[in-house]
């Protein structure tokens, strides 16, 4: 069993032939948990390195199987990719994460809120027209909500992902890149993209106290990203040196265990709190 935040996972391919029973268990619960709007979110703190003034929160879904316990979200996301519920998936944690941001920017004005878009999120061309409705639903500008996509969803057809990523960019919401550094093309794509900010993947970000290699990745990252006037983002910083080489190297935003792992609501509300804004 793979061990993550603590708790102890079973790992399992959810298409794999043998399991096809707990699949479409799996899968009608799912189903289920989506159409009634009960999909879990937590969040989880984006913080300027220096000063630990928050800027935002990553939204990341939660799913818990009566019978099967906790799933997490690279299974149930993909189980939900290829069954046709990954749109209604999308739109329910874009709703749910931006009538919270709604509430939190009553204390914390400047807040804004990151959703995961998926590789069929970004060929889902009314993706443009659901982000502003649930944008004016929450009565909230564009300029609080990132949404975070990875360069490998955009190969999957450039072309259509195209159109609708400038369908986005064009009301406003800032496109992220996450997993910054993993993809096969990084440069090309950046230019060509409508992105406002780079995540550094937390396999570099990790490795950067302890290896020089790792250390130069991040510190190029950096540099090139500012270049192009984008906002860097470290992800997985877990220790204060990791930090400290992060300021160093002018990185803009940090997120990872070391300010908080992702928190259920009413704590991250209550983090909020106990982490009044300099
Ligand atoms: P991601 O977008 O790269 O999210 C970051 C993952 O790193 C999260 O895992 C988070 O809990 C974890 N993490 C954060 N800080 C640290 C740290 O300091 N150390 C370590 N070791 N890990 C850290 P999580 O929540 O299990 O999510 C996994 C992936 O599932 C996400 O990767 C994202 O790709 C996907 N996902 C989660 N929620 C959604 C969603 O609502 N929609 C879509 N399409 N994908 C989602
Ligand atoms: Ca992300
Ligand atoms: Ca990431
Ligand atoms: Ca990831």
């Keep these: 069993a793979a061990k993550r935040e603590g708790v102890a996972v079973r790992t399992w391919d959810p298409l794999s032939e043998g399991d096809s029973v707990r699949r479409l268990t799996l899968l009608r619960h799912?189903?289920?948990?989506?159409?009634?709007?009960?999909?879990?979110?937590?969040?989880?703190?984006?913080?300027?390195?220096?000063?630990?003034?928050?800027?935002?929160?990553?939204?990341?879904?939660?799913?818990?199987?009566?019978?099967?316990?906790?799933?997490?979200?690279?299974?149930?996301?993909?189980?939900?990719?290829?069954?046709?519920?990954?749109?209604?998936?999308?739109?329910?944690?874009?709703?749910?994460?931006?009538?919270?941001?709604?509430?939190?920017?009553?204390?914390?004005?400047?807040?804004?809120?990151?959703?995961?878009?998926?590789?069929?999120?970004?060929?889902?061309?009314?993706?443009?027209?659901?982000?502003?409705?649930?944008?004016?639903?929450?009565?909230?500008?564009?300029?609080?909500?990132?949404?975070?996509?990875?360069e490998t969803a955009v190969m999957v057809d450039v072309d259509h992902a195209l159109v609708v990523l400038r369908g986005l960019a064009d009301l406003g919401v800032t496109l992220s890149i996450d997993d910054f550094g993993t993809g096969q093309s990084s440069l090309a794509y950046l230019k060509m993209l409508p992105v406002g900010e780079v995540k550094v993947d937390r396999s570099f970000v990790a490795g950067a106290s302890g290896d020089a290699g790792d250390a130069a990745i991040v510190g190029a990252a950096v540099d090139l990203a500012h270049t192009h006037g984008l906002v860097v983002v470290a992800e997985g910083v877990e220790d204060d040196v990791t930090r400290r080489l992060l300021v160093d190297r002018g990185c803009d935003v940090i997120q990872g265990y070391l300010v908080s792992r992702p928190l259920a609501p009413e704590a991250f509300g209550a983090w909020l709190a106990a982490h009044p804004q300099p």
């Design 30 to 150: 799912l189903r289920e948990t989506i159409e009634a709007g009960q999909l879990q979110v937590h969040y989880q703190p984006k913080v300027h390195p220096g000063t630990g003034r928050v800027v935002g929160a990553e939204a990341l879904a939660r799913w818990t199987h009566p019978a099967h316990g906790r799933v997490t979200p690279d299974e149930f996301v993909l189980l939900a990719e290829r069954s046709g519920l990954i749109h209604p998936l999308t739109d329910l944690v874009l709703r749910t994460a931006l009538e919270q941001c709604r509430q939190w920017r009553v204390s914390v004005p400047g807040l804004s809120v990151a959703v995961n878009l998926s590789a069929r999120s970004l060929l889902n061309e009314a993706l443009p027209e659901q982000v502003a409705a649930a944008l004016a639903r929450a009565g909230l500008p564009s300029s609080a909500l990132t949404l975070e996509l990875t």
